[in-house]
């Protein structure tokens, strides 16, 4: 019987699979080594969503006194659409805290659609236009 998707935290060993992900959707790119560092220290958190031992989508966090804030969610190309990043918000939403989050103009519907509301324009670096969005707990 195959193993049923499982959402788990993430660990160093997941690292390459992780990247791997990361480098289907952005440019920018973590050195394998710092990233399983801070997942090791507890500086970055991950939420893996794996199915068959794969990794198909993962969830990037920070941990603040005033909530938590998501960095980065990206799944696997050929994976898409089937509600794994939804999945990996909601399993985040049971820490029970404020979620953050600042997101480009396209994705914005993802987040309202999970009940984030927008709060304020944040231009972080050159000159990209990114909003805050934050979801109540």
Known sequence: MPAAPLIRKGKKEDTGQVLRIFKENCEEIYEEEKLGKAIEEGELKLLVYEEK????????????PYGIVIDEIHV?????????GKKLVKE?????????????????PFFEELGFERKDKYYPYMGIKFWKLVKKK
Request: overall charge positive.
């Open 76 to 84: 696997k190309k050929g994976f898409r659409g089937r509600g794994i």
């Open 92 to 108: 985040l939403e049971n820490l029970g805290r404020d979620l953050i989050t600042y997101a480009r103009e396209e994705v914005i």
């Open 53 to 64: 031992g794969e990794i198909l989508g993962f969830l990037a966090y920070l941990e603040k």
